[in-house]
């Protein structure tokens, strides 16, 4: 049996996330930045962006939103999506509406040129 790695963190990332351990989340982070070395790099972005919002209270929305926009810089075209909503959730309202319209302009254009695989979600 062969280990990925990448995808045996992600996966942890996961099991942490959907199980809401809130005592694990420095582990999932820790889990996502050694996933980001390889090539599930965008996801892990997406992953880490998700751990900083729902297992930390408060919730650190401006780590979340860059590990987003690091990850729509790797070819995501769903983390700025997630970027538009983490500024909802922080009371941005006008830069949540700004960037969920660019996030409408710009994903047809990710599809063209980055292919069907830019809009997995993470």
């Known amino acids: 049996?062969?280990?990925n790695?990448?995808?045996g963190y992600l996966g942890?990332?996961?099991i942490i996330l959907s199980k809401r351990?809130?005592?694990q989340r420095d582990k999932a982070?820790?889990?996502s930045l050694d996933a980001t070395k390889g090539p599930s790099k965008r996801w892990a972005f997406i992953l880490m962006g998700r751990v900083y919002e729902e297992l930390y209270d408060p919730p650190k929305y401006k780590l979340a939103r860059r590990s987003y926009l690091r990850a729509f810089l790797l070819g995501s075209a769903g983390a700025l999506r997630k970027y538009a909503e983490s500024l909802m959730k922080s009371?941005?309202?006008v830069g949540g509406i700004f960037m969920h319209v660019v996030a409408t302009v710009v994903?047809?254009?990710m599809v063209l040129f980055?292919?069907?695989e830019v809009t997995r979600r993470g």
């Open 1 to 3: 049996i062969s280990w």
């Open 5 to 7: 790695a990448d995808e």
């Open 12 to 14: 942890c990332v996961r």
């Open 21 to 23: 351990q809130i005592d």
């Open 29 to 31: 982070v820790q889990y």
């Open 91 to 93: 009371r941005n309202f």
């Open 107 to 109: 994903s047809p254009f």
């Open 114 to 116: 980055g292919g069907i």
